[in-house]
C-alpha cells in the first residue's frame, strides 16, 4: 500500500469489507444506503475507483462480482497514523503522545497497557543488542 491515505469515503467502504467479505455492490449499497445515504451510481463509482487505486479487487461470481478488501486495516491505520505522525507532529511521537495523554483521561488500564508496549519494545532493543 505504501503510504496512501484512504479518504473518508474509502475508509466507509472498507471498513464494511473489513467487516464482511466478500459483498457484492448490492450488499454494499444497501448497508449504506441510510448512513451515510448513498445511491447505487455512488457506490458504484466508488468502488470503480477503489478497484483503479489497488486498494480492492473484485472476483467474477455468477451474477455480481465479489468485492474483497485489497489491503489490511492493519495497512490502512498505519499508513494514516504515519500521515498524521509526519504532518502533524513533525514525526515527534513523543510529541504526539503527550498531546494525547494530557488531553484525555486516562484509565490504569490504558496507562498499563502503554507501560506493557513501552517494556516490551525496551526488552526487544535489549534482545537486539546482545546478538
Known amino acids: 500500500m505504501g503510504n496512501r491515505i484512504l479518504g473518508q469515503s474509502e475508509w466507509i467502504i472498507m471498513e464494511k469489507l473489513w467487516e464482511q467479505q466478500p459483498r457484492t455492490i448490492m450488499q454494499l449499497f444497501h448497508s449504506l444506503e441510510e448512513d451515510p445515504g448513498w445511491s447505487k451510481s455512488t457506490v458504484s463509482t466508488l468502488l470503480g475507483r477503489m478497484v483503479e487505486k489497488g486498494i480492492l479487487y473484485y472476483e467474477d461470481g455468477g451474477k455480481a462480482r465479489q468485492y474483497y478488501p485489497g489491503i489490511r486495516r492493519e495497512e490502512a491505520a498505519l499508513a494514516e497514523t504515519e500521515n498524521l505522525l509526519s504532518r502533524v507532529y513533525k514525526g515527534s511521537i513523543g510529541m504526539m503522545m503527550s498531546t494525547l495523554v494530557k488531553q484525555r483521561d486516562l484509565t490504569k488500564e490504558e496507562i ?19 546478538k
Open 112 to 130: 498499563r497497557e502503554l507501560y506493557d508496549i513501552l517494556e516490551g519494545l525496551e526488552s526487544r532493543d535489549g534482545e537486539r543488542e546482545k
